[in-house]
């Protein structure tokens, strides 16, 4: 099982590389887990072409066939380890397979963090529950909304879009503290802090947030959401297993031309990566980082 390219991660990031890899016709396969923020998202609103929103889902579906119709293969697995095997690498995967290739793409990307006492917010995930301000913010436009969150991630949410809406209120789920400068501006903006934990998550019909009821009693109504509890999981697990460079979250460092690691013959592209969290940017990165992989391909074949 011997590929030219292998790209872990079918998200927005490794299907657009491998539709690019497949147009060069290179022998590519994507190994996915069927997980991560594209799966989970039942609506992007701010990607081009898309004026009524698209889901994750969809353009996953999408994605997959058209990669297919370039002879992309696919296989539904979860890597748990890679090394250096000269001339390429070696991945190991859950199901105890084996993989080998030439060059590595790590498209892996980022788990936000929701509670799992909280389950009724994943189908609004899109819909009327969001996570980034810059992609969703303009979705609570004149809407009442509740931050749930906690300490300062939620704070700095709250703060961040306060611009979007005066019907705004911070429910600090995790009851942790927020900094005293922040609690001022908070304050100071008029956005009312509840530091009490929610017990349930009010849903009607499909994916419509209807506010929430704390663990006191007390229900609080509003039309929309935003999830702010820091410490989301950034998948970059197999870099540090292949010693490559990686901030302090644990980000992958890659050069801005090429997406290129500080590791030879590995790339990485899409939120895993240094830059805005965007699903546009996550296919720019795919694109990219397919046209260098493609050029280390034609150099090692003219050895």
Known sequence: MSYECIIVGGGIAGLQAAIQL?????????????SGRSV???????????????SGEYLRQLGRQHAENHDVEFADDFIVDAYRDEPGFVLKSRSGREYHCLTLLLATGVVDRIPDDLPELLPCLGITVYVCPDCDGYEIRGFSTLVLGSGEAGARMALTLQPRTHQLVYINHG???????????????QIPVIDQAIGEVLVEGDGHFRGVRLTNGEMVQAERAFVAFGGN???????????IERLENKHILTDPRTKMTNVRNVWAAGDIAVHSEQAAIAMGDGSQAAIWIH??????SDR
Do not use: M
């Open 40 to 54: 989970l998202c039942r609506k992007y609103h701010n990607l081009l072409g898309w004026p009524e929103g698209v």
């Open 233 to 243: 999981q950034v998948n970059s697990q197999l870099a540090e297993k292949l010693g």
């Open 295 to 300: 050029k280390a391909l034609s150099a090692l």
């Open 175 to 189: 009851r942790q503290a927020v900094e005293p400068d922040t609690a001022a501006r908070l304050k100071h903006k």
């Open 22 to 34: 497949g147009r060069y016709e290179h022998r590519v396969l994507v190994i996915d887990a069927g």
